[in-house]
């Protein structure tokens, strides 16, 4: 079996070593790399270039224009030749040794499997050796829907997903007419009975980054209401619906209680 790390790049020269010497740690000497840069104005696909000489397992490209997240991560996928495909942000982390818990959930028939996520800001405050012991657990579409990157309080992430390059195929890769693609993967590959499975192990990192989509709410529920009314309809729809309010109103209280103690 053999893993593919697939990571999209845009004005990220400053992450780049971080990522890359994450990655290098955490894949076996026969899997690879696909790093693509998104014809960044800065100095990435260079600095990117320079790291691919250290070593063989990177293998570095550039788009001819810029073609945004989702058609980037398309692309690496069509250029891997390994087995599984391991998604990665430009500027996240992976854990030391990462795919070697993969193994075992891909050969028992897993299509998709989330390993332990956890968020972060500064590279210098990750602990690359750790670990989270959680029980195994399999994802049904209802709880892709309703769960929203949890299930009995584990999270999972598109960061550190691995998936089947054979299931990423037939389900069409990622969809290009939504921004929140992950999500919509992860409907996708429910409603067609993929195994989905939450297992424990080393983790991946999350970097939070000030104005990503996920920390614009009013964005976030105009995708989020786009993402489920492609997937489902009638009373289930409005039930994902305003379960997704209320978690969204939620976390705009929890983060408007904490602006207000840096306040007083």
Known sequence: MKFTVIIPFYNQQHFVNDTLSSVLAAIRAEDEVIAIDDCSPDNTFDVLKAFAQTDERIHVYQNDENKRQ???MNRAASLAKGDVLVVLGGDDLLG?????QLIKPFNEGADVVFSPVKFFHRTSEVDFSLSDNRDSMDLTFKDVLFGWGSRAGEKYSIIGCAIKRSTFVELGGFSEDVVIEDHDFFLKAAKQNKTMRIIGGQYAF?????GSISSNMKRMMKEDYKVIGKHTSGIIKWAAVFRRLLSFTAVALKRALKKSERVS
């Open 96 to 100: 030391k040794g990462f795919v070697h």
């Open 206 to 210: 999350y970097r939070q980054v000030a």
């Open 70 to 72: 989702v058609k980037t």
